[in-house]
């Protein structure tokens, strides 16, 4: 490629590519005339199990033998993303490939529909080719199960009289079978079957469902809320929305359903799947119910350091001024009780600027995150008893306050849980980010602990559920491994524009400003 032409590319739509590139969860990648990668995003180095750098400035055989010399096993394939159905159209500005299977390093498989496009400069000449795939592998997989459920059913209309065991068969084997919860309804919202799992959570008979109609087991909490959700499954098709139900016993059950149309019985119907989502409601109302008793039990220790701490050292000081005042001391004492008020004083300060220093750091505000938590690392280094080692090399984001003291009150307590409960030597720290995206690993050395137990346990004060609140807060995610003498490893991931985004939503719907 020429330099006026990669001038071109790299001035007018390299912006243009990159914002694409950084939002796109599908393939992009783009070659030039000689076939060498000028610019390709992480979807698709991911496929190789490779990094973008190690791509850019190959062409397909350096990949190759690239590949080979780094993987003894890869899959030759993932070149079909530009070789299926492009040769024979190497002349046409556009292609589209709508089915283009794939088989990735690891083994799977997964289908593409692959658009390329090339693309020419001012004067009309032809110097790179851009290549977009969408990852539709659920979508024809969906479609064919799909498809498959629709076919059994119309079979089942066309020989019921002939094949009326078999139609059983089929039924049993896609619907009574079933690991979800599924409800059959017209669009009256007349019930027109269910299975067997929907009748035992429910606790009625499948004869006295199909008696009924879905709005009346619905509570009154989301009646209204119904007819709209059954307008947009008509228009859209698939729509997943929460709703309750009302079981025979009078028991409220939360929903999750998964809605699908279809041609039931030579009807058109709805097909609602579902589970139950109590247990992720309950978990909800815990995770809340922490944020609170960690608000409460901050509370509590400020007061209590105020009291305790300053409100002790300001008696004194009022003590030795009231000697002065009311002339209870001797004159030549005076100067003496002054030199002690003068020491209260100067306490009481110190003592004022840590409590201040713990409902926020003074070092987070005069050096930032990463120097803020190599300080307390440092500082429990310092004492000998355990050792941390720390990495945060790859660290580049710069946040706001808020989100910098929720990550630094994170650290801070997962250090502290261990150094008081899991008898360890040693603790690994490290804090990267993957473009926009923060990622925080943590391990240490410990007697480790029963994760399933820890989470359920209505104990207060609990380390683990006080930093799944603030993760939320942030739109955190977080997956803890331990077990039994086992050490624990956490690994924490916050997507910065989903959080962003998240932010800026609930601004705009309060009338905020950011």
Known sequence: MNKKNNNILSKKNTKLLKNIIDAADSIIFVKDINEKYLLVNQYYASIFNLEVDEIIGKTDVDLELFLSKKNKKYHKSIFDLQSVGFTKNLNRDKYINLHCPVKIYNGNEKIFKVTRTR???????????????????????????????????????AKRSKQLKLSEINFKNLFEKSNESIIIINYKGDIIDVNEKMCNMLSYSKKELMLMSINSLITQKFKKEYPFAIN?????????????????????????????????LGEKAVLLSGRDITERKQIKKQVLRAILRTEENERKRFAKELHDGLGALL????????????????????????????????????????????????????FGLIKSIKLLTERFNNTKKIYIDYDASDYSLSMDSDFELTIYRIVNELINNTVKHANATDIKLNIRNNRNKLILLYSDNGDGFDVDKALSEETTGNGLKNILSRLETIDGTCEIMSDKNLGLYIRIKIDINELKNNTNKISNNFGMTT
């Open 232 to 264: 947009k499954i008509k228009t859209g098709g698939n729509h997943i929305f929460e709703t309750e139900k009302e079981s025979k016993l009078g028991t409220v059950i939360p929903f999750e359903f998964n809605s699908t149309l279809l041609n039931y």
């Open 119 to 157: 693309l020419f400069s001012k004067n009309k000449k032809f110097f790179a080719t851009l290549f977009y795939a969408n990852d539709i592998t659920y979508i024809v997989r969906t479609e064919k199960e799909l498809l498959n459920i629709n076919i059994n059913l119309e079979n089942i209309i």
């Open 315 to 366: 008696s004194g000081i009022k003590m030795y001024i009231d000697l002065i005042v009311e002339e209870q001391i001797e004159p030549e004492m005076i100067p003496d009780i002054m030199q002690k008020a003068k020491a209260l004083i100067d306490e009481a300060a110190d003592t004022a600027r840590e409590v201040a220093n713990n409902i926020k750091p003074h070092i987070l505000t005069n």
